[in-house]
């Protein structure tokens, strides 16, 4: 399942509600439910906390198309704003995680030139997420380097503490996109929580794929545009630390639960590596899209 979190337009009605994407439609899921009795959760956070019965209960539901809905249950995807797919417990970014993004970093962002014997944990708080089309805050007062990061998307499913490698896949839900924007000249003695952490940091979306609709996450094109011009161009197999050793590795010390997001790591391309450093700008449009998830979309605007 293709999963949103959406508004319909040209309505006073602005609650977010939780949708699956069909070809070109939107279904609400809780009307779905309730005409046929059942009850499914409003919000995609609990859908996922709800576990595998309510994934069923959805994929029956939808089943046989849009004939005979109940009215205001189906949207034309046109018709509908996205949001955020949900909001994270807690976002977990991966640094260096590319082999190319080692080296790049090494030489613009002073990091180690060897590559790290373990995955580079970072957080990224829950208010840093924003959604598609929403806009990236640049604040001149505090940063003159917003730099972009097109990164796979983990959502967890099912709580993970002290998993295996071979455990690893059967405690996710699904795939999305994490934009990890950065302020790279707000980096504080190496710690990168306010240079990553500021609000609207993580663009994420436009849908959360369900894990049976991915049949390899480590084989994914990954790409990023400027203003239409490709900055990112990569694939999820030269990850250095792959997904399942992540999740391994981060559930040997920290509790993960339904609904926390992992951002896999960026490949090479970010504005701090360009010769000579390329930044965003209010009026720039960034595109980060991942294959079979979709294109994440967002302006940038003056937010002094």
Not at 92 to 118: A, C, F, M, Q
Request: glycine share 10%; net charge negative; with cysteine.
């Amino acid at each position: 399942m293709r999963l949103v979190t959406y508004t319909p337009t040209g309505t006073t009605d602005t609650a977010d509600r939780l949708g699956a994407q069909v070809d070109g439609l939107v279904y609400d899921l809780a009307a779905l439910a309730r005409h046929a009795g059942a009850e499914l959760p409003g919000d995609l956070l609990s859908f996922v906390r709800a576990g595998a019965a309510a994934r069923e209960i959805a994929s029956l539901l939808l089943e046989g198309g849009p004939a005979h809905r109940p009215a205001g249950a189906v949207h034309r995807l046109e018709d509908v704003t996205l949001r955020a797919p949900l909001r994270p417990g807690k976002i977990i970014g991966v640094g260096l995680n590319y082999v190319e993004h080692v080296e790049e970093s090494s030489r613009s962002l002073d990091t180690d030139k060897d590559l790290p014997p373990r995955p580079v944990l970072f957080s990224k708080p829950a208010t840093a997420v924003t959604g598609p089309g929403a806009p990236i805050l640049h604040n001149a007062d505090l940063t003159t380097q917003l730099d972009w990061e097109c990164e796979l998307a983990v959502v967890i499913g099912a709580t993970a503490f002290r998993v295996t490698e071979e455990e690893a896949y059967g405690h996710i839900f699904g795939y999305s996109i994490v934009n990890d924007i950065s302020a790279r000249d707000q980096r504080r003695s190496g710690q990168w929580f306010f240079s990553k952490g500021q609000d609207s940091y993580a663009p994420f979306g436009p849908a959360v794929v369900t894990a049976d609709e991915v049949p390899d996450p480590m084989a994914l094109d990954l790409e990023l545009r400027v203003n239409g011009v490709t900055k990112q161009k990569s694939n999820t197999r030269h990850m250095l630390f792959p997904i399942a050793r992540l999740i391994a590795d981060i559930s040997s010390g920290v509790t993960l639960e339904p609904g926390d997001v992992i951002a896999t790591g960026s490949p090479s391309g970010v504005g701090a590596g360009m010769v000579p450093p390329e930044f965003l700008v209010p009026g720039d449009t960034v595109e980060a899209t991942v294959e079979i998830i979709g294109t994440l979309v967002n302006p940038v605007v003056d937010a002094r």
